[in-house]
Nanobody, 113 residues
Framework: QVQFVESGGGLVQAGGSLRLSCAAS????????IGWYRQTPGVRREIIAA???????NYAESAKGRFTISRDNAKKMVYLQMNNLKPEDTAVYYC???????WGQGTQVTVSS
């Protein structure tokens, strides 16, 4: 079973940047596409970026042009570079496979206006 540990969140002003990191355990990391998800209270968790095993990427419309997802299979790490942050990006951010395993604790991102 894979475990995910997210980090890198924090409080940032609108227009600022953050880089989220996700450390994964287990032997199947390199065999699966993986994504970054986010959730706000009362709202369903949504996927905002995904990266395939070969490095191909896809983004939700809200993330296009501002966020960049990447992975390092050797280190079992996934990253999300977030630029030009907006207050509506405020959420708890999680990483997981596209067929999710148990969720980690997430990392809180708060963007002030």
């Amino acid at each position: 079973q894979v475990q995910f540990v997210e980090s890198g969140g924090g409080l940032v002003q609108a227009g600022g940047s953050l880089r989220l990191s996700c450390a994964a355990s287990g032997e199947t990391f390199g065999l699966n596409p993986i994504g970054w998800y986010r959730q706000t209270p009362g709202v369903r968790r949504e996927i905002i970026a995904a990266v395939s095993t070969g490095g191909g990427t896809n983004y939700a419309e809200s993330a296009k042009g501002r966020f960049t997802i990447s992975r390092d299979n050797a280190k079992k790490m996934v990253y999300l570079q977030m630029n030009n942050l907006k207050p509506e990006d405020t959420a708890v951010y999680y990483c997981n496979f596209l067929t999710p395993e148990p969720w980690g604790q997430g990392t809180q991102v708060t963007v002030s206006s």
